[in-house]
């Protein structure tokens, strides 16, 4: 049986083999497709790393979907700088977090949390403030004015991965963009999608939200 921790796990392609190569699948849809010509204007560039900026706290409802088409829903929170909540509800025994320093899954089924640090995650694009959009992203042409296409990777570190971020025209979103979804490969071509939806921006998020019960600690130890 196909279980919500498999497919949340997903949502960190290769971090149980401690890398990650995340980009674009083949079949991809076609504003996800590899460049055809190198971009030759920073300006929408830029206007995408100023979106990403000027989100200061973000909610929203994601649907993920792994490479065999199983789907788990959620909710995931987002303050900058460096904290990040991925919630799969309450009757789910699985939880993602960024504190601001790493980045923890916690699998309460099984009493195990894995951390790494933010900078090795290609989730830091939405994120980390060390990670620099545009100096390691690239727009990829999407043939549609109104949709923004944005690989995020650095070349000379290849085992942090790929990121291809996904924003949509919305003069209410935080500089006239809105993120709608992001789509991951990992290096063995295990594909990952998800997709937001009901965005709210500057929504009250106490830093509390990004503490989580440690099980490990209510583990009971041979006496």
């Known amino acids: 049986m196909i279980t919500i921790q498999n497919t949340a796990r997903a949502l960190l392609l290769g971090l149980g083999a401690g890398a990650f190569a995340l980009g674009l699948a083949p079949g991809a849809p076609a504003e996800l497709a590899p460049p055809l010509a190198a971009q030759t204007t920073t300006g929408d560039l830029d206007r995408v790393v100023g979106a990403l900026r000027s989100i200061g706290t973000m909610r929203a409802d994601f649907t993920q979907t792994d490479r065999m088409g199983n789907t788990v829903r959620g909710v995931m929170t987002l303050k900058r700088p460096g904290k990040i909540r991925f919630d799969y509800g309450k009757d789910a025994d699985f939880l993602v977090i960024s504190n601001g320093k790493s980045l923890y899954v916690i699998d309460y089924e099984v009493n195990q949390v894995e951390r790494w640090p933010i900078g090795n995650s290609p989730l830091g694009a939405l994120f980390d403030p060390d990670r620099d959009v545009k100096r390691y992203g690239k727009l990829i042409p999407t043939g549609n004015p109104n949709v923004f ?14 990121i291809n971020l996904i924003f949509v025209k919305n003069a209410s979103a935080p500089g006239g963009l809105q993120l709608t979804h992001w789509v991951a490969l990992d290096a063995q071509n295990n594909r990952t999608r998800v997709e937001l939806s009901n965005q709210r ?17 209510s583990v009971r130890r041979p006496g």
Not at 151 to 162: A, I, L, S, T, Y
Not at 201 to 215: A, M, Q
């Open 149 to 162: 296409s944005v690989e995020v990777r650095d070349p000379k570190k290849p085992e942090f991965g790929m």
């Open 201 to 217: 921006y500057g929504v009250s998020v106490p830093d509390s939200t990004f503490n989580f019960r440690d099980p490990r600690r």
